[in-house]
Structure formats: structure tokens, C-alpha cells
């Protein structure tokens, strides 16, 4: 399984930007699909994360009510639309996907066992 996450740049605070999230060798149907991001240093955060058959979708408290996770049946893809990104949304944003996790575990980087190469996003103040 291939991923490829895109759409990264620099946006200005209080703007907006969506990043991408595809697949190549196979369709994201029964996976979890997550978006993390990392600053360099730090370990790598939980943003929000999506259950491609039941569409329930999970949030890291940072970025509740500003980013939305959604997919696209048709297009094999997840999307992570930031509305009103903040200076501390800065980062290398990755999207990953497994299989078989349970809600407790959704927020673990450990727990995915596929990921994308990352796309940067830098917002400036």
C-alpha cells in the first residue's frame, strides 16, 4: 500500500487549506484512516481520524470545531479541511491507515501500519 498525502503549504492564521490523503493498491474500505503531525523534536500527535466504513470521526481537542475529516467514496480519498489554522498548527502533517483498531487505541501512532510521506504546512500569524 501506497500513500500519498498532498496539499500542504503556507497558508496565512484564520485562513483555510485541505490536504489530501490517497491511496494506491488499495481501497481505504474497512480501514481507520488518521491524519498526524510532527514538529521536528517532538513526537508525533494525534490530529483526527475517520472509520471508513461507518464514517465516525475522531478529533484531537486542539483542533475540534476548526478541522474536519471527511472521505471520498469515489475518489479513495480522505481529507483534512483546516479552517482558521493557527501558527501552532505548523507542521509536517502525515495521514496513515490500519485495520482492526480498536477506539482506544485510535489516537497511537504505533497502532498504523501504513503511512504517507507527509506534507508540510506552515501558518503564518
Known amino acids: 500500500v501506497q500513500l500519498q498525502a498532498y496539499g500542504g503549504g503556507l497558508v496565512q492564521a484564520g485562513g483555510s487549506l485541505r490536504l489530501s490523503c490517497a491511496a494506491s493498491g488499495r481501497t481505504f474500505q474497512s480501514y481507520t484512516v488518521a491524519w498526524f503531525r510532527q514538529v521536528s523534536g517532538k513526537e508525533r500527535e494525534f490530529v483526527a481520524a475517520?472509520?471508513?466504513?461507518?464514517?465516525?470521526?475522531y478529533y484531537a481537542d486542539s483542533v475540534k470545531g476548526r478541522f474536519t475529516i471527511s472521505r471520498d467514496n469515489a475518489e479513495n480519498a480522505v481529507y483534512l479541511q483546516m479552517e482558521s489554522p493557527k501558527p501552532e498548527d505548523t507542521a509536517v502533517y502525515y495521514c496513515?491507515?490500519?485495520?482492526?483498531?480498536?477506539?482506544?487505541?485510535?489516537?497511537?501512532?504505533?497502532?498504523?501500519?501504513?503511512w504517507g510521506q507527509g506534507t508540510e504546512v506552515t501558518v503564518s500569524s
Open positions: 475517520i472509520k471508513w466504513s461507518s464514517g465516525h470521526t
Open positions: 496513515a491507515i490500519d485495520r482492526g483498531i480498536i477506539l482506544s487505541m485510535i489516537r497511537r501512532a504505533a497502532e498504523y501500519d501504513y
